[in-house]
């Protein structure tokens, strides 16, 4: 890890009244990198991925994003960055055509009417570089598509504005096996691109096809924090269970860099 | 989900398309006119009815109607001018309640906020008492709905007060503003649009003065030929960039249907009308709703306030997400509402030939709801067109109509027009419950 991280979180802590949930974290999301962030249910995932995105505000800690300092107080703020989040519920709306919906909220405007051309024309390209082409047309409703291409769409409209850091949520929990194929495969597609990806995940099939990197969260703590390559299966399970891992005691400082080269 | 029963076969991507295929909307996805009849048939086999079954209750009325109507008065160009007059005030009702249907809600008051900018205007033109000129009169009447609208919306979005409370007590204390208006002046609670003012003249023929017949055959060309380069133009500018077009055959079908509306409807209310002298021509009403239609139209399906609407009332929470401004986009949609409502009103005002307390708003605005819904507008949000409004309010003042020819009670007329919205709206519903794909999401 010569280079330096795009996305780096130190010491967060948040609590929401008498409930710590995040106890000094440190986190880092490099560019052209998947990061697979783990844990068990409660271990604090969602809170932090939010404390990204804007939606919870940090009580202690800084983020830095390209080694600046910033505060990301709105969504609207993660999104001025280059922060997109896809949450799991996909926010999608069903009766809405493909292109309608990755343009919701930034529809192109020509003297006072939307420029539907310019808009199919864009979203067009965001799909054909995700390689997205099992959908029949981008003009049909997205209630029409299966939970793979919905993945998908929320992907595409998500890295349609020039984001810098991905983060997807649970991307493959309510799907099957060649749709959970095709969405690691984009997830890998947009590390290609050089986009910092981070996925939320306790499914470690996924986590281990498809993270460049690992961070385990226990109980708010970030326990462990390596390459993909430091770990296997067995520790992180350990990690996400206890905390601690008996067969690569290393790790449970595992991000060495923490204080280091930036 | 709706869609529990998703395919999983998405890498293979003729399974994936044929599984998605009766959903996609046939106009997207054919290339020639024979592929899309053949995709339109299996959209509506899958249960995507869209517009079909209102046409369908319309044609029905008219052949039965125009069986038993005393020497099949049904179809005389005099009656069907007269119908498409009564029907009017249902389909800008309807094209006003959609607004709000789309986000999910609805709006109860919509009759009697109408009225009441119905009655601000028709008093404000009394040569003997306030003499306004009619356009300000029109304007001071649909500004005052507007306002009730704006009221009504605030309170709705901002208090969180559900809108079938909110406009169930609009409903109420309008009705008792439109008595109190009406009772203003010397009309005794009736002020009337009779009489030589030309103000006055001006709001009466809204809904009774005609277009002279050379007049309206050339301002209906005028109007298909802008409508048919529009869509022609359109639609070959984006054929040629490669973009989601239907195939030029349907653009053209399109065309030609809309000429052969223009040159029937014209053609039918340039037959005389008058038992003695003349009276012939394109009725005002028919511009006016067309106006209606077209402006609200546009505002729903070409700019960003109406793609909101749509985003709202799909997914309100990835509309909050995607920085859309909910409190602000439904106050408007409820001010589109009342505003529409009382171009409704004026028109009924009209029909009337005055405003009178006996103008029924709570039963108007159970029409319109009616009409929206019976074109294919949904009560859950998200799903409906302008059009819909339109179809529908024809269904409903043909209803209205024929059994007023057949010389039936009213009581019969409500028993009816109940019927067939249950009728409409079951075949849709059956129709989307015996499809493979998706139903509850779409109800």
């Given at each position: 890890?010569?280079e330096?991280?795009?996305l780096?979180?130190?010491?967060?802590?948040?609590?929401f009244?008498?409930?710590q949930?995040?106890t000094?974290?440190?986190?880092d999301?490099?560019?052209g990198?998947?990061?697979?962030?783990?844990?068990?249910?409660?271990?604090g995932?969602?809170?932090?991925?939010?404390?990204?995105?804007?939606?919870?505000?940090?009580?202690q800690?800084?983020?830095?994003f390209?080694?600046h300092?910033?505060?990301?107080?709105?969504?609207?703020d993660?999104?001025?960055?280059?922060?997109?989040?896809?949450y799991?519920?996909?926010?999608?709306?069903?009766?809405?055509?493909?292109?309608q919906n990755?343009?919701?909220?930034?529809?192109?405007?020509?003297?006072?009417f939307l420029d539907?051309?310019?808009?199919?024309?864009?979203?067009?390209r965001t799909?054909?570089?995700?390689r997205?082409?099992?959908?029949?047309?981008?003009?049909?409703?997205v209630?029409?598509?299966?939970?793979?291409?919905?993945?998908?769409?929320?992907?595409?409209k998500a890295?349609?504005?020039?984001?810098k850091?991905?983060?997807l949520?649970?991307?493959?929990?309510?799907?099957?096996?060649?749709?959970?194929k095709?969405v690691?495969?984009?997830?890998?597609?947009l590390?290609?691109?050089?986009l910092a990806v981070m996925?939320?995940?306790?499914?470690?099939?996924?986590?281990?096809?498809?993270?460049?990197?690992?961070?385990?969260?226990?109980l708010?703590?970030m326990?462990?924090?390596?390459?993909?390559?430091?770990?296997?299966?067995?520790?992180?399970?350990?990690?996400?269970?206890t905390?601690?891992?008996?067969?690569a005691?290393?790790?449970?400082d595992g991000n060495?860099?923490?204080?280091?080269?930036? | 989900?709706?869609r529990?029963?998703?395919p999983?076969?998405?890498?293979?991507?003729?399974?994936?398309?044929?599984?998605?295929?009766?959903?996609?909307?046939p106009e997207i996805?054919?290339q020639?006119?024979r592929?899309w009849?053949?995709?339109?048939?299996?959209?509506?086999?899958?249960?995507?009815?869209?517009?079909?079954?209102?046409?369908?209750a319309?044609?029905?009325?008219?052949?039965?109607?125009?069986?038993?109507?005393?020497?099949?008065?049904?179809?005389?160009?005099?009656?069907?001018?007269?119908?498409?007059?009564?029907?009017?005030?249902?389909?800008?009702?309807?094209?006003?309640?959609?607004?709000?249907?789309?986000?999910?809600?609805?709006d109860?008051?919509?009759?009697y906020a109408?009225?009441?900018?119905?009655?601000?205007?028709?008093?404000?033109?009394?040569?003997?008492?306030?003499k306004?000129p009619?356009?300000?009169?029109?304007?001071?009447g649909?500004?005052?709905?507007?306002?009730?609208?704006?009221v009504?919306?605030?309170l709705?979005?901002?208090?969180?007060?559900?809108?079938?409370?909110?406009?169930?007590a609009?409903?109420?204390?309008?009705?008792?503003?439109?008595?109190?208006i009406?009772?203003?002046?010397?009309?005794?609670?009736?002020?009337?649009?009779?009489?030589?003012?030309?103000?006055?003249?001006?709001?009466?023929n809204?809904?009774?003065?005609?277009i002279?017949?050379?007049?309206s055959?050339?301002?209906?060309?005028?109007?298909v030929?802008g409508?048919?380069?529009?869509?022609w133009?359109?639609?070959?500018?984006?054929?040629?960039?490669?973009?989601?077009a239907p195939?030029?055959s349907?653009?053209?079908l399109?065309?030609?249907?809309i000429a052969?509306?223009?040159?029937v409807?014209?053609?039918?209310?340039?037959?005389?009308?008058?038992?003695?002298?003349?009276?012939?021509?394109?009725?005002?009403?028919?511009?006016i709703?067309?106006?209606?239609f077209g402006?609200?139209?546009?505002l729903l399906?070409?700019?960003?306030?109406?793609?909101?609407v749509?985003?709202?009332?799909?997914?309100?929470?990835?509309?909050?997400?995607?920085?859309?401004?909910l409190?602000?986009?439904?106050t408007?949609c409820?001010?589109?509402?009342?505003?529409?409502?009382?171009?409704?009103?004026?028109?009924y005002a009209?029909?009337?030939?005055?405003?009178?307390?006996?103008?029924?708003g709570?039963?108007?605005?159970l029409y319109?709801?009616?009409?929206?819904?019976?074109?294919?507008?949904s009560?859950?949000g998200?799903?409906?067109?302008?059009?819909?409004?339109?179809?529908?309010?024809l269904?409903?003042g043909?209803?209205?109509?024929?059994?007023y020819?057949?010389?039936?009670?009213v009581?019969?007329?409500?028993?009816?027009?109940?019927?067939?919205?249950i009728?409409?709206v079951?075949?849709?519903?059956?129709?989307?419950?015996?499809?493979?794909?998706?139903?509850?999401?779409?109800?």
């Amino acid at each position: 890890m010569a280079e330096d991280s795009l996305l780096k979180a130190r010491g967060i802590d948040k609590h929401f009244g008498p409930v710590q949930a995040l106890t000094n974290v440190d986190l880092d999301l490099y560019a052209g990198q998947v990061t697979a962030l783990c844990g068990d249910n409660g271990a604090g995932k969602s809170v932090l991925t939010k404390c990204i995105a804007g939606i919870y505000q940090i009580d202690q800690g800084q983020l830095l994003f390209e080694g600046h300092p910033v505060h990301i107080r709105t969504p609207r703020d993660a999104a001025l960055l280059g922060i997109e989040t896809v949450y799991q519920d996909l926010a999608l709306a069903d009766n809405l055509d493909i292109v309608q919906n990755m343009f919701q909220g930034r529809e192109r405007v020509q003297n006072g009417f939307l420029d539907e051309d310019d808009m199919e024309r864009a979203a067009g390209r965001t799909l054909a570089d995700l390689r997205v082409t099992t959908v029949r047309s981008i003009r049909q409703p997205v209630r029409s598509l299966s939970g793979g291409q919905r993945q998908s769409v929320a992907v595409a409209k998500a890295v349609m504005w020039n984001s810098k850091l991905v983060m997807l949520d649970e991307p493959t929990a309510a799907l099957g096996v060649v749709q959970t194929k095709m969405v690691l495969e984009l997830a890998r597609r947009l590390r290609d691109h050089g986009l910092a990806v981070m996925v939320i995940s306790h499914n470690l099939n996924d986590v281990f096809e498809v993270a460049d990197r690992i961070a385990v969260l226990y109980l708010g703590r970030m326990v462990a924090q390596d390459r993909a390559s430091a770990f296997d299966r067995q520790s992180v399970v350990e990690y996400m269970t206890t905390g601690a891992s008996s067969r690569a005691a290393t790790h449970a400082d595992g991000n060495g860099e923490k204080h280091g080269e930036s | 989900m709706a869609r529990a029963e998703a395919p999983e076969s998405a890498a293979d991507p003729t399974a994936a398309a044929s599984a998605a295929q009766l959903e996609v909307p046939p106009e997207i996805a054919a290339q020639s006119l024979r592929e899309w009849l053949s995709a339109w048939a299996a959209r509506i086999r899958s249960g995507d009815s869209g517009v079909l079954p209102v046409i369908l209750a319309f044609a029905v009325i008219t052949v039965v109607f125009q069986a038993i109507s005393p020497h099949g008065i049904f179809l005389s160009a005099n009656n069907l001018v007269n119908l498409f007059q009564q029907s009017a005030v249902f389909m800008v009702l309807a094209m006003g309640e959609i607004f709000v249907l789309l986000l999910g809600e609805i709006d109860l008051s919509i009759g009697y906020a109408g009225a009441v900018g119905a009655a601000v205007a028709v008093q404000l033109v009394q040569p003997a008492t306030t003499k306004w000129p009619w356009w300000a009169a029109i304007i001071a009447g649909l500004l005052a709905c507007a306002l009730i609208g704006a009221v009504q919306g605030t309170l709705i979005t901002r208090l969180r007060v559900p809108s079938l409370i909110v406009t169930l007590a609009g409903l109420l204390i309008w009705n008792g503003g439109m008595l109190l208006i009406l009772l203003l002046g010397p009309f005794s609670g009736y002020p009337s649009l009779a009489g030589n003012n030309p103000n006055l003249h001006v709001l009466y023929n809204l809904m009774w003065g005609s277009i002279d017949p050379v007049a309206s055959w050339i301002g209906a060309t005028v109007v298909v030929i802008g409508i048919g380069t529009g869509l022609w133009l359109g639609d070959s500018r984006r054929r040629r960039s490669g973009l989601v077009a239907p195939p030029a055959s349907l653009t053209l079908l399109k065309i030609t249907l809309i000429a052969i509306v223009a040159v029937v409807v014209v053609a039918i209310c340039n037959v005389n009308r008058a038992a003695f002298g003349t009276l012939a021509g394109v009725p005002w009403v028919i511009p006016i709703v067309l106006a209606v239609f077209g402006v609200w139209m546009v505002l729903l399906q070409r700019t960003r306030f109406g793609r909101y609407v749509y985003a709202i009332g799909g997914n309100p929470e990835a509309a909050r997400r995607a920085g859309i401004k909910l409190s602000a986009i439904r106050t408007w949609c409820f001010v589109a509402c009342s505003f529409t409502g009382g171009i409704g009103l004026l028109l009924y005002a009209s029909y009337l030939g005055g405003m009178s307390n006996n103008v029924n708003g709570g039963q108007l605005v159970l029409y319109a709801v009616a009409a929206a819904v019976m074109g294919g507008t949904s009560l859950f949000g998200g799903r409906g067109k302008v059009l819909h409004g339109v179809l529908g309010g024809l269904v409903i003042g043909g209803i209205y109509n024929g059994l007023y020819l057949l010389g039936i009670a009213v009581q019969w007329q409500f028993i009816v027009t109940g019927l067939v919205l249950i009728v409409a709206v079951s075949i849709d519903a059956l129709s989307r419950r015996s499809a493979t794909s998706g139903s509850a999401a779409r109800v």
